[in-house]
């Protein structure tokens, strides 16, 4: 039997195949996402959109196997998640998937390196490795002359751009960002999409996007779009630019 993290054929990235995602809260089922299939390729730089409430989170964390839907299935690089065991779903993240925060989550006792050399630490990457590599990320990133700065010591643009390199400095399949600007001013957000975008062309690195800033789907190759929980044609489809 092969691992779950075997390599397969060329093909998508991530399929979404039927996904929906009830909630019961309370007396009150909501359904926050109904049968949404989508297909996405390597190297792309996407963007889910909507309005608060249309599903756009739920898919994104389901797409990163940090939810699993109620019904349907994700396959990512041909291999299905669906029956993957808890442990084995967050090795999967841990080791193929980069995430990217509307609010940074990065942890505030712990220098600018620090923050990005976690993710190596929680899979066992031996020290000097994990310096060499969160060093080359920072540098990617814009950042080699702040390395010992802690968040407090660091602008909201620089803080993103702390947590965009702890997204890459594994190198993911994915890099998965919820709102990346929401709580940035229009400069700054322009700064980090310009990033975003230099790290997909130059780095091949695939980014998947949920927001409703209109300064972040202009960006995109392509906008899915999502009202109440089901999807709509997006612009590829329209062929809209």
Do not use: W
């Not at 700054?188 to 998947?208: A, G, K, P, Y």
């Amino acid at each position: 039997m092969f691992s779950v993290f075997e390599q397969t054929e060329e093909g998508f990235l991530v399929e979404a195949i039927s996904v929906s995602r009830t909630f019961i809260l309370g007396s009150h089922v909501h359904q926050a996402l109904q049968n949404v299939s989508l297909k996405l390729e390597r190297n792309a730089f996407t963007a889910i959109a909507g309005p608060s409430g249309s599903g756009k989170s739920t898919l994104l964390n389901i797409l990163g196997c940090l939810e699993r839907p109620t019904s349907g299935d994700v396959k990512v690089e041909g291999i299905s998640t669906r029956d993957m065991s808890v442990s084995e779903l967050a090795k999967f993240r841990a080791e193929k998937l980069g995430f990217i925060f509307q609010t940074f989550n990065l942890i505030p006792t712990l220098n600018a390196l620090e923050n990005v050399e976690y993710p190596l630490l929680l899979t066992g990457v031996h020290s000097k490795e994990r310096i060499e590599k969160a060093q080359e990320a920072l540098n990617k990133v814009g950042l080699e002359n702040f390395y010992k700065n802690r968040p407090s010591q660091l602008s909201g643009g620089q803080r993103q751009r702390v947590a965009i390199a702890r997204a890459i400095v594994k190198k993911p399949l994915l890099v998965l960002a919820d709102e990346p600007t929401a709580n940035l001013d229009q400069k700054t957000s322009c700064e980090i999409l310009d990033l975003m975008q230099e790290l997909n062309s130059q780095e091949q690195i695939t980014f998947l996007l949920s927001s409703h800033d209109p300064l972040v789907l202009k960006r995109t190759h392509r906008v899915i779009h999502l009202v109440d929980g089901k999807q709509t044609l997006d612009n590829e489809l329209l062929n809209v630019a």
